[in-house]
């Protein structure tokens, strides 16, 4: 079992920067592909960015591409997520995940995860 805790989330004006982060507990995280969703009022979950094991890569949705860097650190069992140039579309709950990845995974498909934090809000200002 993983237990998955987010924090940093806050308000922030347009333009300005937040890190997430995720603290693991449970077990290690290796061999798990570990991602970021939001959800933001009235709005379907989405993906965000996702960072691969198996392939050592990340992915990002378009609407954050350039803007938000994910990453891992497996000594401390933890995944962030710096988000830069933040705009008011950005708005939203952000929720850490983490699935044992096989090599079908599909890593921005939030259906195969299989743990997830509680979320953090994040509300950007105009």
């Known amino acids: 079992q993983v237990q998955l805790v987010e924090s940093g989330g806050g308000l922030v004006q347009a333009g300005g920067s937040l890190r997430l982060s995720c603290a693991a507990s449970?077990?290690?995280?290796?061999?798990?592909?570990m991602g970021w969703f939001r959800q933001a009022p009235g709005e379907e979950r989405e993906f965000v960015a996702a960072v691969s094991w198996i392939h050592d890569s990340t992915y990002y949705a378009d609407s954050v591409k350039g803007r938000f860097t994910i990453s891992r650190d497996n000594a401390k069992n933890a995944l962030y997520l710096q988000m830069n140039g933040l705009k008011v579309e950005d708005t939203a709950v952000y929720y850490c995940?983490?699935?044992?990845?096989?090599?079908?995974?599909?890593?921005?498909?939030?259906?195969?995860?299989?743990?997830w934090g509680q979320g953090t809000r994040v509300t950007v200002s105009s």
């Open positions: 449970g077990r290690t995280l290796s061999s798990f592909a």
């Open positions: 995940t983490a699935e044992y990845e096989s090599p079908g995974s599909e890593v921005t498909n939030q259906y195969g995860y299989d743990y």
